[in-house]
């Protein structure tokens, strides 16, 4: 069943920008700039930008002056600059994207703020806590729109997920697991093994944290009651793999339930072992399952739902499933959206929204991504890991 989301992620890439309808622009649209490295993927914001009629690629920016040119003519945006420093001095650029290794969110985030520019950012967040803390307020000072773009929190799938679990007709929760890995594993030169680029399995897999704390509506955590690390042959620094035990407390999740404990597993794996030391576990996609007394809850594909996923729904005392799937509408969205619309156009649709005075269908405020930040923190320092580093900038 994989294959069907590692195909179409490719038709969505490749093919589909070349299909989908593009609509008529609207008179003085939001002009976005780009701050990226020499390379982008065009899912995360040129193909959601396409087919917005309030958004235009304006400018992009990825370190120097020859690859930005290329990317601006290759992606039709209306122009290049030579560095990060030149667009965020651009008074035609409303808000940026940044698409950065991850240690230099909150230089270049911070600096976009300062510039007056408002932010949408690439998770995760920062390095840490104390980064991202530093940010929120700069946010507030400025008087700008900053969110993380964790795109799978927007799309319909999503949120019909969590409406069933919330709705109590499966019963309350005991426990939940989130895993993500990567098979075949992810390049060496990769920055995500890089300790100084703020690297590692869980800070880069984040995800899993975000997905259980989603469901848990919880801000909070009581206890890391276990983290190991996975060692890393890059250095001692950077995990390859992350297993932690989470406890959270039912009744800071459900006011109406006792204060039992709930468990909660994490698994993140930058190099995952083959099936068999030879099959690549393609089937193997970012899931979270929600366990309660009678019910299993799994979600499949959580960070590609536009490409494939499904929601199953497994009795435990007959085994028997049902599935639902959610491309459009849901309980928030209604009659917005599209079949084709990725997670990544729901989280552009919001944003605008934000922006234009709106009141968006969900938001992802800057003390949700302080709160995931200071988990991941939290687990690196159960797992004996230091944390990522802290710019010099804070």
Not at 254 to 263: G, H, L, Q, R, T
Request: hydrophobic share 40%.
């Amino acid at each position: 069943m994989a294959i069907v989301p590692q195909a179409y992620r490719l038709v969505q890439q490749h093919i589909l920008p070349w299909i989908t309808h593009v609509p008529k622009k609207m008179n003085d649209p939001l002009k976005l700039g780009v701050l990226s490295l020499p390379s982008i993927r065009t899912t995360e914001i040129i193909n959601p930008v396409a087919t917005h009629p309030d958004v235009v690629l304006y400018a992009i920016a990825s370190g120097d002056s020859a690859s930005a040119s290329s990317l601006a003519a290759e992606h039709r945006f209306e122009t290049s600059h030579k560095s990060y420093a030149e667009l965020l001095a651009d008074a035609k650029v409303d808000f940026v994207y940044i698409s950065l290794p991850t240690a230099l969110h909150f230089e270049w985030a911070f600096k976009a703020l300062e510039a007056g520019k408002h932010v949408l950012l690439e998770p995760p967040f920062t390095s840490n806590a104390v980064e991202a803390k530093a940010l929120v307020r700069k946010a507030e000072m400025t008087n700008r729109i900053l969110m993380e773009g964790c795109h799978w929190q927007f799309h319909p799938a999503a949120h019909r997920f969590r409406q069933i679990v919330d709705s109590g007709a499966y019963g309350g929760i005991i426990g939940t697991s989130a895993g993500m890995s990567s098979t075949p594993a992810i390049p060496k030169d990769d920055v995500r093994w890089e300790y100084d680029l703020s690297g590692g399995s869980l800070i880069s897999m984040g995800s899993v944290v975000g997905l259980t704390r989603y469901i848990l509506h919880a801000s909070t955590l009581e206890d890391i009651v276990h983290a190991e690390a996975g060692v890393s042959e890059h250095g001692r620094l950077v995990d390859s793999s992350m297993l932690a035990t989470l406890r959270f407390k039912l009744g800071s999740i459900n006011p109406e339930a006792d204060d039992s404990d709930v468990f909660s597993i994490l698994y993140t794996d930058m190099d995952r072992a083959p099936a068999y030391g030879i099959i690549p576990r393609f089937w193997e996609l970012p899931s979270i399952r929600v366990e309660t007394e009678t019910f299993e809850i799994y979600f499949y594909d959580v960070l590609s739902p536009h490409a494939y996923h499904h929601i199953a729904i497994t009795e435990k005392s007959n085994g028997k499933t049902k599935y639902e799937h959610y491309f459009k509408g849901g309980p928030l969205w209604n009659d917005r959206g599209g079949m084709l619309w990725s997670s990544y156009r729901y989280q552009l649709e919001a944003f605008v929204d934000k922006l234009r005075g709106k009141h968006p269908v969900w938001w992802i405020t800057g003390e949700e991504s302080v709160q995931q930040m200071k988990t991941i923190d939290q687990v690196y320092r159960k797992s004996g890991l230091p944390l990522r580093p802290t710019s010099e900038m804070v």
